[in-house]
């Protein structure tokens, strides 16, 4: 998933935690449009922000396949 891809507003919240910009980048391409597909589709300004915070702590909690925490 190109960085350009990214809604303005995702990409700020990306950028604003590391961790979660760097897990980001780390995803198959189909995983990264679900998780924007999943905010995009709210229709309400709050319901976009609670979707995009939720993806941003999910993204911090992933873990790879060793599961030493590492992204």
């Known amino acids: 998933m190109a960085l350009t891809d990214v809604p303005a507003d995702i990409h700020q ?3 604003a935690d ?8 780390r995803l198959a391409p189909s995983h990264a449009r679900e998780y924007l597909e999943g905010v995009a ?3 309400q300004e709050a319901n976009r922000r609670r979707r995009s915070d939720g993806m941003i702590e999910r993204l911090k ?4 396949q060793r599961g030493n925490g590492e992204v």
């Open 18 to 25: 590391p961790a979660a910009g760097q897990a980001f980048a």
């Open 41 to 43: 589709e709210a229709k």
């Open 13 to 15: 919240a990306l950028a």
């Open 61 to 64: 909690g992933l873990k790879t």
